[in-house]
């Protein structure tokens, strides 16, 4: 910092401004500055940084996979939102080597520069209800079930289901069939019990589930068994892709979508990768979900109380396209 100081001919706390991106600095001599920074090849020392202002200005996000779409759009709010902020993020995920507790993950993260962890939960975990975060390391769960301990935000994968349900039987059809995502994925128990609710409170038939994947070929398979049902007019995908695939088994079992059998799915996934998709969706906005876990994460580092033992949701939007038939007159 002094050398870059001499070089720009300006004192190190105009150079200390620079670096920390103040604005009490003019246009003129912040360009002086970063050049001679950019000569000297000077970059700040964040260990340094953290030791005189108690932060590194580092975020920790926690992921069991990073390639499923929700949780890849959930990363990129959170990262977006840290950037705008001037932060940056630490990736770590935990794989099926590990042990999958929050208090190893908060051992682990604890020996890494960050300030606050978000942990993405997508299954439930042998310590959720007992863990204590750390007291120098807040924690944010994005999570469907609320903790007492830390504060959860999620999308409303039970609300999305009941909507779903009364979209389509306003829409005439009898029932409704569901394609379940796997049984490990708590999204996939909350959107199936939504479902299976829903149904119940309207009083109308109960149908077996089809359990899938996630996967394509997981709704394509469980399309070709759904063609047989003579009952079957309207078809809940817990998300897109298996959708997708759930209108191609009909297709090549000889349904018509959506003149014999209406098809609608979950998250909004194929949107940018499908051309003149037809499905309808409830999209699921993930990335506000991340910007505001990494919101919700910074409140607690600056020193606000986030409340705990709710969770907070961000509701689903039904995307109509034409997948859905009208039954009624």
């Known amino acids: 910092m002094q050398d870059v100081a001499r070089a720009a001919g300006v004192s190190p ?20 500055v970063e050049a001679a920074m950019e000569r000297l090849g000077y970059r700040p020392n964040y260990a340094a940084r953290a030791l005189k202002h108690g932060q590194f200005r580092n975020i920790g996000v926690v992921l069991f996979h990073m390639t499923t779409f929700g949780n890849a759009r959930i990363l990129n709010g959170i990262v977006e939102a840290a950037e705008d902020d001037g932060y940056a993020t630490t990736l770590v995920t935990i794989g099926h080597g590990h042990i999958r507790t929050l208090q190893a993950i908060a051992e682990r993260m604890k020996q890494l520069p960050v300030d606050g962890v978000i942990v993405v939960l997508e299954e439930r975990i042998a310590d959720f209800d007992d863990f204590e975060p750390p007291k120098e390391l807040p924690f944010v769960l994005v999570n469907e079930s609320a903790a007492n301990h830390c504060p959860t935000i999620d999308a409303d994968q039970y609300g999305c289901s009941t909507a779903i349900v009364d979209y389509l039987l306003s829409k005439g059809h009898k029932t409704v069939y569901h394609i379940t995502g796997p049984s490990a994925s708590q999204a996939a128990r909350s959107r199936a019990r939504g479902w ?32 047989h049902e003579a009952d079957c007019t309207a078809i809940y995908a817990a998300n897109d892709q298996m959708a997708y695939g759930a209108i191609l088994g009909l297709k090549a079992a000889g349904k018509r979508v959506p003149e014999d059998v209406s098809v609608i799915g979950v998250d909004d996934s194929l949107s940018e990768n499908v051309p003149r998709l037809n499905l309808t969706t409830m999209r ?36 109509e396209r034409s997948s859905v038939r009208e039954l009624n007159g």
């Open 13 to 32: 706390q105009t150079v200390s401004r620079v670096a920390n991106g103040s604005n009490a600095v003019r246009p003129e001599t912040r360009q002086r």
């Open 196 to 227: 299976h609710e829903a149904l119940e409170q309207f009083g109308v038939p109960i149908p077996p589930t089809y359990v899938g994947d996630w996967g394509a070929d997981s709704g394509y398979q469980a399309g070709l068994a759904l063609a």
């Open 284 to 319: 699921m906005k993930f990335e506000e979900i991340g910007r505001e876990a990494y919101s919700m994460v910074r409140r607690i580092c600056d020193g606000e109380r986030v409340p705990v033992g709710v969770k907070t949701v961000i509701p689903a939007e039904l995307i």
